[in-house]
């Protein structure tokens, strides 16, 4: 299996940009597809981001479409997510997961998804 533990979160002012990590150990983490998922405070995790197993595809909630970019470094074992022209709205704790999956294929619902981090906290103030 494989450990994720993510990385980069802070306080950022609105219109500014954060990068987030997560360091995949344990396993090859280009073995997996890998995610982005959101929590703000009162609410349900949403799905951010997608990537598939050989980096093929990628796949992103409308909300952050034109402002983040998944991405994953696969001689560092490193998954990415840059997030530009962030919102007050953007602010939650961001979680990197993953899962074996089938080459090609994105997933967007956390029930997809065995593998999780513990989150980093990213906030977006106005």
């Known amino acids: 299996q494989v450990q994720l533990v993510e990385s980069g979160g802070g306080l950022v002012q609105a219109g500014g940009s954060l990068r987030l990590s997560c360091v995949g150990t344990?396993?090859?983490?280009?073995?997996?597809?890998m995610g982005w998922f959101r929590q703000a405070p009162g609410k349900e995790r949403e799905f951010v981001a997608a990537?598939?197993?050989?980096?093929?595809?990628?796949d992103y909630a409308d909300f952050v479409k034109g402002r983040f970019t998944i991405a994953r470094d696969n001689d560092k074992n490193t998954g990415y997510l840059q997030m530009n022209s962030l919102k007050p709205e953007d602010t939650a704790l961001y979680y990197c997961s993953a899962t074996y999956g089938l080459y090609g294929t994105t997933y967007t619902g956390s029930s997809d998804y065995d593998y999780w981090g513990q989150g980093t906290q990213v906030t977006v103030s106005s």
């Open positions: 990537l598939s197993k050989g980096d093929t595809r990628t």
């Open positions: 344990g396993r090859t983490f280009s073995d997996y597809a």
